[in-house]
């Protein structure tokens, strides 16, 4: 019976897309940004999609990469970061298009003082683009430290919009992994209380959007290089999804509008669209 309720999700999910396929994003926007995870294999799929990120970005000049973890996996040695990063996405970082990691349960702590990560060295870490702040977070390891510098920048931060990057999910209809309903009830009434308009996550390798939850929008895009084909069951909130292909996305911000395009690793859009932000809706 689910199966059946998630085909006709799927196929409502395909209608309410299409019309929004043909807005190209605003090149001129002020802030302009793509969204990778769980891509660090090494493997062919993740230089296909690291070659249809070169592609979009000559009609999307995109100005800097938001990682969702899992950046490396298996080994992680200084040749490993070659293979897996700097051979992939080569021509990115030749154009200084700079990278922000979040750590995801593959990645060795350490890798937050790899310099193409631009972590600082931090777990955890915010930066500001425009009016848009990023807050970084390490959903490996939630201490309270952890917490109260969360409670803290987010309660600090005057910025327009405010978007939060972890790894693990806590809205997801992936199969493998779910959502991670403990972290969610830590994080979630912070989130809300702070005014955070959207989140990125990863670690279901699959692509999905989630219907706004207490006025945020939640994505989960973690099939930039790793993929689970068909391990998607789309529910009640689910917006959209793309369980087929690899997949990343790119993002423009201008005033109080923010759109997107979920893209195949062969350039097809799975998924577009605009999101106001919170309180401008």
Known sequence: MRRFAAL???LAMSVSVAGARQAPLPADAPVRFAVIGD?????PPQYDVARQMLSAH???PFEFVVMLGD??????RPRDFFNKFEGPYGALLRMNILFYAALGNHDEPSNRNYPGFNMGGQRYYSFARGDVRFFVFDTNLMDPKQVDWIDGALKQSLDQWKIAVFHHPIYSDGDRHGPDIALRVLLEPILVRY?????????EHVYERIKPQKGITYFVAGSSGQLRKGGLTPSGITAAGFDQDQAFVVVAIDGDQM?????SRT???VDA?????RGES
């Open 273 to 277: 669209g605009v999101i106001a932000r």
């Open 39 to 43: 891509n660090g294999t090494g493997q």
């Open 58 to 60: 000559a009609a999307f």
């Open 71 to 76: 950046n490396m996996y298996g080994s992680q």
């Open 267 to 269: 350039g097809t859009i």
């Open 259 to 263: 759109s997107f395009q979920a893209m």
């Open 8 to 10: 006709a999700i799927a």
């Open 195 to 203: 005014g955070v308009d959207v989140v990125f996550s990863g670690h």
